[in-house]
């Protein structure tokens, strides 16, 4: 620390004056007054002023930077763990910011004496070296696992002695330990440019340039202490704020590439996402697509299956009947046969349109556009009708089940208005048990004689009237008398 002091001219005599200064320190830390210099005040006042900007202000600018820096580092670190350069740029720092305020500190700090002091200079010292060689090298991606362990058992060792060492070793094995701690910096300062011409980085780069530049400014600066100390220059001051900006860009170069490196894979992510849906999307219209043409193939197969076995069976009946038939058919005959095969052609149109329809919700939704249709006929031809349906399902049936029923209702309705005379009706559905479902149509006409009717194969409606519950697995019941007729569905339902 330049200290100044302004003695009176009438405190001076003529001739020689002497003036004594009682400097109270450590021998073994070569303490002393320094280099000295006497003169007028205003000579003298401007070296003074150079000598503080240079061993003051400059220090404290590089300690405060230093410290801005290990901040910036640790933070940038801790988010990302991944970037070991940041970790040891971190230690770095710390440890210059802490050796630095050793330095610039005048009294010894948190009550420590001047040799502890000395200790703890000469560690901080020490590992500050040993990070700096690891934070250049990871600047580079480089590893040396058996001279990074080397270098950390010496300065474990040294660190051991340093705390232990008697106090009258100090004054040669502090010197000792600058010169290793040096020795290893100047080290790294020779080879790291090696090292940067083999990976050809800017940071990498920049980074050698800032060590061969401490190399020129070191030999310069000990030419000068051990020449002339006192009308010599010393640079070492001035390369600290100009050391700390090269860093800064050092780091910011390696930032900005992380974060160009984050941009492109978000990039490339994006595109390969975009490109993963565009396939996704094109193979799921391909699917689709093939679904569709699957769907359609199987409902033409399924058309075609229908066509032959139900109305190609009744062609070939019908063709065989025509042809082993010994004598002429008649009119009512043929019309049989037509019906019939107009019955079959609808039950497979219904077939294939009952896969696109839902089930009602009700029984009574179920049943009422058929009630609609043949109360209107009823109350024209003075016929009384009762429909009884229940509230809701109990097992709700299939969509074709529903369709089934509802031709078997018309077509027993239909009759009734064609052939029985009745004068009332009944229609019900209702559930004997929980897994059957019945439906009746009563009428009060004047009957038929059933077995004779389905022995002559001339009644079109009850042969499509149990082609169609067979389809679904029901049972049909007729019995018919004078008076009274009963059409009875049986379906034992499975729940679904």
């Given at each position: 620390m330049p200290r100044y002091w302004n003695i009176p001219a009438s405190a001076l005599q003529q001739g020689e004056n002497i003036i004594w200064i009682r400097v109270v320190a450590v021998t073994t830390q070569s303490s002393g007054i320094g280099h000295v210099l006497l003169g007028d005040s205003s000579q003298i006042m401007p070296k003074y002023q150079k000598f503080w900007h240079e061993q003051r202000v400059l220090l404290f600018f590089n300690l405060i930077a230093s410290l801005v820096l290990t901040i910036v580092a640790l933070l940038v670190w801790l988010f990302r763990r991944k970037e070991h350069m940041f970790g040891w740029f971190t230690l770095t720092s710390l440890f210059w910011v802490l050796f630095i305020t050793t330095v610039v500190t005048t009294e010894p700090l948190f009550g420590f004496s001047t040799l502890q002091i000395a200790r703890i200079n000469i560690i901080l010292f020490l590992y500050f070296c040993l990070c700096f060689c690891l934070y250049a090298w990871r600047i580079a991606h480089r590893t040396f696992p058996?001279?990074?362990?080397?270098?950390?058992?010496?300065?474990?060792?040294?660190?051991?002695?340093?705390?232990?060492?008697?106090?009258?070793?100090?004054?040669?094995?502090?010197?000792?330990?600058?010169?290793?701690?040096?020795?290893?910096?100047?080290?790294?300062?020779?080879?790291?440019?090696?090292?940067?011409?083999?990976?050809?980085?800017?940071?990498?780069?920049?980074?050698?340039?800032?060590?061969?530049?401490?190399?020129?400014?070191?030999?310069?600066?000990?030419?000068?202490?051990?020449?002339?100390?006192?009308?010599?220059?010393?640079?070492?001051?001035?390369?600290?704020?100009?050391?700390?900006?090269?860093?800064?860009?050092?780091?910011?170069?390696?930032?900005?590439?992380?974060?160009?490196?984050?941009?492109?894979?978000?990039?490339?992510?994006?595109?390969?996402?975009?490109?993963?849906?565009?396939?996704?999307?094109?193979?799921?219209?391909?699917?689709?697509?093939?679904?569709?043409?699957?769907?359609?193939?199987?409902?033409?197969?399924?058309?075609?299956?229908?066509?032959?076995?139900?109305?190609?069976?009744?062609?070939?009946?019908?063709?065989?009947?025509?042809?082993?038939?010994?004598?002429?058919?008649?009119?009512?005959?043929?019309?049989?046969?037509?019906?019939?095969?107009?019955n079959d052609l609808r039950q497979i149109i219904d077939s294939g349109s009952s896969s696109g329809t839902k089930t009602p919700e009700t029984p009574k939704i179920w049943g009422a556009e058929i009630r609609y249709r043949f109360e209107q006929i009823f109350d024209e031809l003075e016929i009384e009708s009762i429909w009884l349906f229940p509230d809701q399902w109990q097992n709700q049936p299939l969509t074709l089940e529903c369709l089934t029923y509802l031709r078997v209702i018309e077509e027993t309705l239909t009759n009734i208005l064609k052939h029985s005379q009745a004068k009332n009706v009944r229609v019900e559905l209702f559930y004997p048990d929980c897994q059957s479902l019945v439906i009746e149509i009563e009428d009060d006409g004047i009957g038929f004689d059933v077995a004779a009717a389905i022995q002559s194969g001339i009644s079109v409606g009850l042969r499509s009237m149990q082609v169609r519950l067979e389809k679904i697995q029901a049972n049909l019941d007729i019995q018919s008398q004078r008076g009274k007729t009963l059409i009875r569905v049986v379906k034992r339902q499975t729940t679904l």
């Amino acid at each position: 620390m330049p200290r100044y002091w302004n003695i009176p001219a009438s405190a001076l005599q003529q001739g020689e004056n002497i003036i004594w200064i009682r400097v109270v320190a450590v021998t073994t830390q070569s303490s002393g007054i320094g280099h000295v210099l006497l003169g007028d005040s205003s000579q003298i006042m401007p070296k003074y002023q150079k000598f503080w900007h240079e061993q003051r202000v400059l220090l404290f600018f590089n300690l405060i930077a230093s410290l801005v820096l290990t901040i910036v580092a640790l933070l940038v670190w801790l988010f990302r763990r991944k970037e070991h350069m940041f970790g040891w740029f971190t230690l770095t720092s710390l440890f210059w910011v802490l050796f630095i305020t050793t330095v610039v500190t005048t009294e010894p700090l948190f009550g420590f004496s001047t040799l502890q002091i000395a200790r703890i200079n000469i560690i901080l010292f020490l590992y500050f070296c040993l990070c700096f060689c690891l934070y250049a090298w990871r600047i580079a991606h480089r590893t040396f696992p058996r001279i990074e362990k080397s270098l950390l058992i010496l300065a474990i060792t040294n660190t051991i002695i340093a705390i232990f060492v008697p106090d009258s070793s100090l004054q040669w094995f502090l010197p000792l330990c600058f010169f290793i701690a040096t020795f290893i910096l100047f080290a790294n300062f020779l080879t790291f440019p090696f090292i940067a011409i083999k990976v050809k980085q800017t940071e990498s780069t920049l980074l050698a340039i800032i060590f061969i530049f401490y190399l020129v400014i070191t030999i310069h600066d000990l030419n000068v202490l051990l020449t002339s100390p006192a009308q010599g220059q010393m640079l070492f001051y001035y390369t600290s704020p100009l050391t700390t900006l090269l860093i800064a860009i050092i780091l910011a170069i390696r930032l900005t590439k992380n974060v160009k490196h984050i941009e492109k894979f978000n990039k490339i992510l994006n595109d390969t996402v975009i490109k993963a849906q565009n396939d996704l999307t094109t193979s799921l219209n391909q699917q689709h697509q093939l679904e569709l043409e699957n769907t359609k193939l199987q409902e033409r197969m399924s058309l075609a299956h229908d066509l032959h076995d139900s109305l190609g069976s009744s062609l070939v009946r019908s063709i065989a009947m025509i042809d082993q038939s010994r004598d002429n058919l008649t009119n009512p005959q043929f019309l049989s046969m037509l019906k019939l095969l107009r019955n079959d052609l609808r039950q497979i149109i219904d077939s294939g349109s009952s896969s696109g329809t839902k089930t009602p919700e009700t029984p009574k939704i179920w049943g009422a556009e058929i009630r609609y249709r043949f109360e209107q006929i009823f109350d024209e031809l003075e016929i009384e009708s009762i429909w009884l349906f229940p509230d809701q399902w109990q097992n709700q049936p299939l969509t074709l089940e529903c369709l089934t029923y509802l031709r078997v209702i018309e077509e027993t309705l239909t009759n009734i208005l064609k052939h029985s005379q009745a004068k009332n009706v009944r229609v019900e559905l209702f559930y004997p048990d929980c897994q059957s479902l019945v439906i009746e149509i009563e009428d009060d006409g004047i009957g038929f004689d059933v077995a004779a009717a389905i022995q002559s194969g001339i009644s079109v409606g009850l042969r499509s009237m149990q082609v169609r519950l067979e389809k679904i697995q029901a049972n049909l019941d007729i019995q018919s008398q004078r008076g009274k007729t009963l059409i009875r569905v049986v379906k034992r339902q499975t729940t679904l």
